[in-house]
Protein backbone atom coordinates (compact mmCIF):
# COMPACT_ATOMS: atom_id res chain seq x y z
CA UNK A 1 0.00 0.00 0.00
CA UNK A 2 1.17 3.24 -0.91
CA UNK A 3 1.56 6.14 1.36
CA UNK A 4 -0.43 9.51 0.14
CA UNK A 5 2.05 12.46 -0.98
CA UNK A 6 2.31 15.17 1.51
CA UNK A 7 -0.43 17.89 1.29
CA UNK A 8 0.49 20.74 -0.31
CA UNK A 9 -1.38 23.43 1.59
CA UNK A 10 -1.24 26.85 -0.15
CA UNK A 11 -3.31 28.86 1.48
CA UNK A 12 -3.99 32.19 -0.22
CA UNK A 13 -4.58 33.70 2.65
CA UNK A 14 -3.99 34.15 6.43
CA UNK A 15 -7.64 33.99 7.06
CA UNK A 16 -7.84 30.96 4.88
CA UNK A 17 -5.00 29.43 6.67
CA UNK A 18 -6.44 29.70 9.88
CA UNK A 19 -10.00 28.53 8.78
CA UNK A 20 -8.23 25.32 7.31
CA UNK A 21 -6.76 24.72 10.62
CA UNK A 22 -9.85 24.79 12.21
CA UNK A 23 -12.21 23.10 9.99
CA UNK A 24 -9.26 20.40 10.01
CA UNK A 25 -8.96 20.62 14.26
CA UNK A 26 -12.48 20.48 14.39
CA UNK A 27 -12.98 17.23 12.15
CA UNK A 28 -9.55 15.48 14.27
CA UNK A 29 -11.55 16.69 17.72
CA UNK A 30 -15.03 15.93 17.68
CA UNK A 31 -14.34 12.71 15.02
CA UNK A 32 -11.43 11.00 17.25
CA UNK A 33 -10.60 13.07 20.57
CA UNK A 34 -10.78 9.62 22.42
CA UNK A 35 -8.10 8.06 19.79
CA UNK A 36 -4.51 7.40 19.81
CA UNK A 37 -2.39 10.18 17.77
CA UNK A 38 -2.17 7.89 14.58
CA UNK A 39 -5.90 7.55 14.64
CA UNK A 40 -6.14 11.17 14.86
CA UNK A 41 -3.54 11.59 11.98
CA UNK A 42 -5.68 9.13 9.92
CA UNK A 43 -9.00 11.27 10.13
CA UNK A 44 -6.99 14.40 9.08
CA UNK A 45 -5.39 12.03 6.55
CA UNK A 46 -8.66 10.80 5.07
CA UNK A 47 -9.84 14.45 4.83
CA UNK A 48 -6.82 15.47 2.93
CA UNK A 49 -7.18 12.83 0.55
CA UNK A 50 -11.00 14.35 -0.30
CA UNK A 51 -9.50 17.33 -0.78
CA UNK A 52 -7.51 16.26 -3.46
CA UNK A 53 -10.45 13.36 -5.07
CA UNK A 54 -12.12 14.93 -8.00
CA UNK A 55 -15.51 13.43 -6.26
CA UNK A 56 -15.03 15.84 -3.18
CA UNK A 57 -14.92 19.54 -2.70
CA UNK A 58 -10.97 21.08 -3.21
CA UNK A 59 -10.94 22.93 -0.09
CA UNK A 60 -10.22 22.29 3.67
CA UNK A 61 -13.60 23.25 5.45
CA UNK A 62 -16.23 22.64 1.85
CA UNK A 63 -14.65 19.08 2.32
CA UNK A 64 -15.43 18.96 6.71
CA UNK A 65 -18.58 20.39 6.70
CA UNK A 66 -19.93 19.06 2.71
CA UNK A 67 -23.53 18.66 3.35
CA UNK A 68 -23.59 19.95 6.61
CA UNK A 69 -26.78 22.23 4.99
CA UNK A 70 -29.26 19.11 4.42
CA UNK A 71 -30.58 16.99 7.03
CA UNK A 72 -29.91 14.39 4.44
CA UNK A 73 -26.13 15.48 3.46
CA UNK A 74 -23.46 15.63 6.33
CA UNK A 75 -20.29 13.28 5.59
CA UNK A 76 -19.17 14.37 9.24
CA UNK A 77 -22.34 13.73 11.87
CA UNK A 78 -20.34 16.25 14.04
CA UNK A 79 -21.27 18.94 11.45
CA UNK A 80 -24.86 18.58 12.03
CA UNK A 81 -25.59 16.52 15.33
CA UNK A 82 -25.16 19.19 17.38
CA UNK A 83 -21.70 18.26 18.80
CA UNK A 84 -20.66 21.59 17.78
CA UNK A 85 -22.68 23.29 20.10
CA UNK A 86 -20.38 21.58 23.18
CA UNK A 87 -17.45 23.61 24.06
CA UNK A 88 -14.19 21.73 23.44
CA UNK A 89 -12.03 20.31 26.55
CA UNK A 90 -9.01 22.45 26.45
CA UNK A 91 -6.12 19.91 26.42
CA UNK A 92 -7.82 17.56 23.75
CA UNK A 93 -8.55 20.13 21.85
CA UNK A 94 -4.66 21.68 21.32
CA UNK A 95 -4.05 17.79 20.71
CA UNK A 96 -6.22 17.58 17.76
CA UNK A 97 -4.86 21.37 16.65
CA UNK A 98 -1.35 19.76 16.88
CA UNK A 99 -2.45 16.88 14.97
CA UNK A 100 -3.51 19.32 12.37
CA UNK A 101 -1.20 21.52 12.34
CA UNK A 102 1.51 18.31 11.35
CA UNK A 103 -1.35 16.83 8.77
CA UNK A 104 -1.06 20.59 6.71
CA UNK A 105 2.25 21.22 7.14
CA UNK A 106 3.06 17.63 5.01
CA UNK A 107 2.83 15.12 7.41
CA UNK A 108 1.45 11.87 5.96
CA UNK A 109 -0.39 8.89 7.72
CA UNK A 110 1.13 5.91 5.89
CA UNK A 111 -1.14 3.29 6.88
CA UNK A 112 -3.91 5.12 5.77
CA UNK A 113 -3.06 5.43 2.38
CA UNK A 114 -5.16 7.07 -0.02
CA UNK A 115 -8.21 6.52 1.97
CA UNK A 116 -11.72 8.30 1.79
CA UNK A 117 -13.52 6.45 3.67
CA UNK A 118 -13.89 5.54 7.43
CA UNK A 119 -16.35 3.79 10.27
CA UNK A 120 -16.09 2.58 13.72
CA UNK A 121 -15.25 -0.91 14.26
CA UNK A 122 -18.48 -2.32 15.87
CA UNK A 123 -20.55 -1.30 13.11
CA UNK A 124 -20.88 -2.84 9.31
CA UNK A 125 -22.07 -0.18 7.14
CA UNK A 126 -24.13 -0.61 4.15
CA UNK A 127 -21.05 0.53 1.92
CA UNK A 128 -18.10 -1.00 3.70
CA UNK A 129 -18.18 -4.03 1.13
CA UNK A 130 -18.29 -1.97 -2.17
CA UNK A 131 -14.71 -0.19 -0.96
CA UNK A 132 -11.11 -1.70 -0.60
CA UNK A 133 -10.44 -2.14 3.27
CA UNK A 134 -6.91 -0.47 3.97
CA UNK A 135 -6.65 -0.77 7.69
CA UNK A 136 -7.87 -0.69 11.09
CA UNK A 137 -6.26 1.99 13.36
CA UNK A 138 -7.29 3.07 16.71
CA UNK A 139 -11.37 2.01 16.72
CA UNK A 140 -11.52 2.65 12.87
CA UNK A 141 -11.72 1.10 10.29
CA UNK A 142 -9.88 2.67 6.57
CA UNK A 143 -11.23 2.57 3.36
CA UNK A 144 -10.44 3.52 -0.49
CA UNK A 145 -12.43 3.56 -3.51
CA UNK A 146 -12.02 -0.16 -5.41
CA UNK A 147 -8.85 -0.38 -8.31
CA UNK A 148 -7.45 2.28 -10.11
CA UNK A 149 -10.15 4.89 -8.31
CA UNK A 150 -8.87 4.59 -5.08
CA UNK A 151 -5.18 5.05 -5.68
CA UNK A 152 -2.90 7.35 -5.19
CA UNK A 153 -2.41 8.70 -8.57
CA UNK A 154 -6.32 9.26 -8.21
CA UNK A 155 -5.66 12.42 -5.74
CA UNK A 156 -4.80 14.38 -8.52
CA UNK A 157 -7.33 18.10 -7.81
CA UNK A 158 -5.37 21.02 -6.65
CA UNK A 159 -6.43 22.79 -3.33
CA UNK A 160 -8.39 25.76 -4.39
CA UNK A 161 -6.31 27.41 -1.63
CA UNK A 162 -9.76 29.14 -0.71
CA UNK A 163 -11.60 27.97 2.61
CA UNK A 164 -15.26 29.26 2.78
CA UNK A 165 -16.69 30.85 5.62
CA UNK A 166 -18.11 28.38 8.02
CA UNK A 167 -21.45 29.61 9.88
CA UNK A 168 -20.55 27.49 13.06
CA UNK A 169 -23.77 28.69 14.94
CA UNK A 170 -25.62 27.18 12.20
CA UNK A 171 -24.60 24.14 12.37
CA UNK A 172 -24.32 23.86 16.15
CA UNK A 173 -27.86 23.36 16.39
CA UNK A 174 -28.74 19.46 16.52
CA UNK A 175 -31.09 18.13 13.02
CA UNK A 176 -32.40 15.09 12.79
CA UNK A 177 -29.41 13.37 11.20
CA UNK A 178 -29.09 10.94 8.34
CA UNK A 179 -26.05 9.53 6.87
CA UNK A 180 -25.09 10.81 3.32
CA UNK A 181 -24.57 8.82 -0.04
CA UNK A 182 -27.02 6.26 1.97
CA UNK A 183 -28.67 3.96 -1.45
CA UNK A 184 -32.48 3.62 -0.48
CA UNK A 185 -34.39 4.66 2.59
CA UNK A 186 -33.82 1.41 4.73
CA UNK A 187 -29.89 2.07 5.15
CA UNK A 188 -30.92 5.83 5.84
CA UNK A 189 -32.72 4.26 8.87
CA UNK A 190 -30.21 1.61 9.69
CA UNK A 191 -28.16 4.28 10.41
CA UNK A 192 -30.55 6.05 12.52
CA UNK A 193 -30.73 3.09 14.54
CA UNK A 194 -27.62 2.59 15.13
CA UNK A 195 -27.45 6.17 17.02
CA UNK A 196 -30.36 5.06 18.72
CA UNK A 197 -28.98 2.49 20.50
CA UNK A 198 -25.69 3.15 21.18
CA UNK A 199 -24.73 5.59 24.03
CA UNK A 200 -21.69 6.95 25.26
CA UNK A 201 -20.22 7.20 28.53
CA UNK A 202 -17.10 7.88 30.51
CA UNK A 203 -13.74 6.66 29.43
CA UNK A 204 -9.94 6.79 30.87
CA UNK A 205 -7.39 7.82 28.62
CA UNK A 206 -3.72 7.89 29.22
CA UNK A 207 -2.31 11.01 27.63
CA UNK A 208 1.21 12.88 28.16
CA UNK A 209 1.72 10.63 30.77
CA UNK A 210 -1.41 11.14 32.65
CA UNK A 211 -4.72 9.33 33.30
CA UNK A 212 -7.81 11.10 32.74
CA UNK A 213 -11.66 9.80 33.20
CA UNK A 214 -13.55 12.14 30.66
CA UNK A 215 -17.13 12.00 29.24
CA UNK A 216 -17.11 10.90 25.56
CA UNK A 217 -19.68 13.19 24.80
CA UNK A 218 -17.74 16.36 25.99
CA UNK A 219 -14.85 15.10 23.27
CA UNK A 220 -17.26 14.51 21.01
CA UNK A 221 -15.66 11.28 21.11
CA UNK A 222 -16.93 7.60 20.60
CA UNK A 223 -16.56 4.97 23.72
CA UNK A 224 -15.78 1.69 22.65
CA UNK A 225 -19.26 -0.66 23.10
CA UNK A 226 -18.95 -3.77 24.77
CA UNK A 227 -19.26 -7.25 23.63
CA UNK A 228 -22.73 -7.29 24.31
CA UNK A 229 -23.54 -3.97 22.80
CA UNK A 230 -22.13 -4.58 19.93
CA UNK A 231 -23.77 -8.01 19.80
CA UNK A 232 -26.94 -6.23 20.20
CA UNK A 233 -26.53 -3.50 17.48
CA UNK A 234 -25.62 -6.31 14.78
CA UNK A 235 -28.70 -8.24 15.64
CA UNK A 236 -31.10 -5.24 15.91
CA UNK A 237 -29.33 -4.01 12.47
CA UNK A 238 -30.31 -7.28 10.80
CA UNK A 239 -33.19 -7.76 12.12
CA UNK A 240 -34.40 -4.09 10.90
CA UNK A 241 -33.02 -4.65 7.51
CA UNK A 242 -35.27 -7.89 7.33
CA UNK A 243 -37.98 -6.21 7.74
CA UNK A 244 -38.08 -7.54 11.35
CA UNK A 245 -39.73 -5.42 14.01
CA UNK A 246 -37.18 -4.21 16.72
CA UNK A 247 -37.87 -3.00 20.07
CA UNK A 248 -35.24 -0.22 20.55
CA UNK A 249 -34.19 1.01 24.46
CA UNK A 250 -34.37 4.15 26.02
CA UNK A 251 -31.01 5.91 25.92
CA UNK A 252 -30.43 5.77 29.55
CA UNK A 253 -29.96 9.35 31.85
CA UNK A 254 -27.10 11.42 30.61
CA UNK A 255 -26.24 9.52 27.77
CA UNK A 256 -26.34 10.82 23.89
CA UNK A 257 -26.41 8.81 20.99
CA UNK A 258 -24.12 8.88 18.20
CA UNK A 259 -23.19 8.22 14.80
CA UNK A 260 -20.39 5.61 14.32
CA UNK A 261 -19.60 6.45 10.17
CA UNK A 262 -17.11 9.17 9.11
Request: hydrophobic share 40%; charged share 20%.
Amino acid sequence: MAAAPPFAFRPQSEAARQRALRCLTQAVYYEAALEPDEGQAGVAQVILNRVRDPNYPNSVCAVVFQGAERNTGCQFTFTCDGNLARTPVPWAWERAKRVAERALAGAVAPKVGSATHYHADYVRPWWAPSLTKVSQVGAHIFYRWPGAAGGVASLSQSYSGREPVIDEARFARKRDVIMAAAPNDLSERSAELVRELLGTGNRVVEYEGATRIVGAPSLGGRRQPTANEISDINERLKAFEEGHPVNTPAPTAGSAPETPEG
